[in-house]
């Protein structure tokens, strides 16, 4: 039986520079402000970076960071997930660089468990996520942009 998987991406542009972008969007401290689907977080460890979140609608999981550049880009697997339905995902964040701001692009994949129910529940779940991502990667922009610009930044 294939594995049944969906993936959504979406790109803002922030008028901020990418480690401002980065720095904010990793912080988890503040995450819970933006991202409604992140219901808590707990940074388990910072080598490898591991973070233990509950996820609106899949419950638990952890993070775990295979990449971690400051400024450029994030990619992790989603491991433990505590769902009945999703098995495992995984993501990548990038920070581009443009027009003095940043291109912020969020890809998340997240894997279903039964093949028949996934097939079925797929195009929603697919919908759901593509509406979560925009609005809580809107919401992020509009308070970075609100936010006075760091020292190193307004220099620039």
Known sequence: MTRQTVTV???V???RSPE???DYTQDYSTRMDWDPTVKSA???SVEPRRVKVVMQGIGPLVIEYKL???GERTSAAFNDVGSRLISAGGGSWDYAGRDGGTDWTETSTLELRNGLVGRLFAP???RNMATHTRKAMEKAKTI???APK???SANS
Do not use: C, G, K
């Open 13 to 15: 542009h922030v008028n």
């Open 68 to 70: 971690f550049r400051r």
């Open 9 to 11: 991406s979406h790109t």
């Open 124 to 126: 929603i779940l697919r």
């Open 144 to 146: 970075m942009e609100s």
């Open 150 to 152: 760091s020292p190193a």
């Open 20 to 22: 401002e972008v980065f």
């Open 42 to 44: 707990q940074v388990l």
